[in-house]
């Protein structure tokens, strides 16, 4: 079972949609969890990080966690076709772990 | 200000040779992580530096792979003897904080190395 894992996708939704993006992690010892984004061919660009328990919005993202479900989400709100792209689960312990990524596109 | 940089983008080795790849921080960043990234993957951690202490090399695939980070700001990572399943992006970050957990990290480009 991989530490941190993600539906591969792709998701598609179409533009102005609530795109959902789900993460399962295993290390109950997880203290940080962040959502990077990553267009094809580039490095992954931060999005939104939680620490807490509970919901943090920053403009059209919300980062959801809930550690007794060892559950973590992004709700984009309002998606645009420059949404398209990978979306990246990291957890933090001792170290970082990635997911494998969940691909989405969000057609017009 | 400038982000993280990293040299060469792209590197093609033949098997067997040696190879090294840069990764200058953000200025100022205690913490330097190194992650390879395989196409269609998650970044894979490496290794981990708090300054230039090497506090976690518990990713490095087999011996043949070595970081450094002498000053505490630049850092190399050498691969020796490539093999055809090194093929991958070599991707750097760093960070403010003194812990992985502590604050987010930033991505530089990536190395894009070939092994033929």
């Known amino acids: 079972q991989k530490e941190v894992e993600q539906n591969s996708g792709p998701l598609s939704v179409p533009e102005g949609a609530i795109a959902s993006l789900n993460c399962t992690y295993s290390?109950?010892?997880?203290?940080?969890f962040f959502w990077y984004r990553q267009y094809s061919g580039k490095s992954p660009e931060l999005i939104m990080f939680i620490y807490s328990n509970g919901d943090k919005e920053d403009g059209r993202f919300t980062a959801q966690l809930n550690k007794a479900s060892q559950y973590v989400s992004l709700l984009i709100r309002d998606s645009q076709p420059s949404d398209s792209a990978t979306y990246l689960c990291?957890?933090?312990?001792?170290?970082?772990?990635f997911g494998a990524g969940t691909r989405l596109t969000v057609k017009p | 200000g400038a982000g993280v940089s990293q040299s060469p983008r792209y590197k093609v080795a033949k098997r067997g040779q040696d190879v090294a790849l840069r990764c200058d921080p953000i200025s100022g960043h205690v913490s330097l992580f190194w992650y390879q990234q395989a196409l269609g993957q998650g970044p894979e951690f490496l290794t981990y530096f708090q300054n230039e202490a090497q506090l976690d090399k518990s990713g490095l695939p087999s011996d043949r792979f070595f970081a450094e980070r002498p000053e505490g700001s630049v850092s190399t990572l050498k691969i020796q003897r490539t093999q055809q399943e090194d093929s991958a992006v070599y991707l750097c970050?760093?960070?403010?904080?003194?812990?992985?957990?502590?604050?987010?990290?930033?991505f530089g480009p990536g190395t894009r190395l070939t092994v033929t």
């Open positions: 970050a760093s960070s403010w904080g003194g812990t992985p957990s502590s604050y987010e990290q930033y």
């Open positions: 990291a957890v933090t312990s001792n170290d970082m772990r």
């Open positions: 290390d109950r010892g997880s203290q940080s």
